[in-house]
C-alpha cells in the first residue's frame, strides 16, 4: 500500500468529497481515465493525488485500486467585502486536504 497527499488545496472539502467518493474501489488506471473527464476543479487534483500514490509504491496503474481516498478540512482564508452603510461582509475561501491510498486487490494477495 502507498499513500500520497496534497496538502492546502485551493478548494472546498465538500466540493472534493463528492469527486473522491466516486474513485474509491476503482481500479488506479481506470479512475484517472473518468476523471480526466470530468468537468469538476478537483478531479484534477485528485487525479494527480491517485497518479503520486501510484508512482510512490512503484506500481503500475493497472495493478492497483484506490483503496481509500480521504479529504479533510484544512486551514480557511478569511476575506472582506464592503456592503451596506459601511458594513463588511465574511467571504470564507476552504481549503482541503486529499490523502489517497492504493493498494494491491484482496483477491490477489490471497
Known sequence: MSKALLKFI?????????????????NAEFAMASLSFMPNKGAKYISNAISSAVANGGFEPS???????????????????????????????????ILVEVAKPKSEEA
Do not use: N, W, Y
Request: proline share 6%.
Open 63 to 97: 495493478e492497483v485500486v484506490v483503496s481509500s481516498c480521504r479529504v479533510d478540512a484544512a486551514a480557511v482564508l478569511k476575506r472582506f467585502r464592503p456592503r451596506a452603510r459601511g458594513t463588511a461582509g465574511r467571504i470564507r475561501k476552504p481549503m482541503s486536504h
Open 10 to 26: 485551493r478548494l472546498s472539502p465538500t466540493k472534493a468529497r463528492l469527486i473522491a467518493r466516486k474513485v474509491q474501489g476503482l
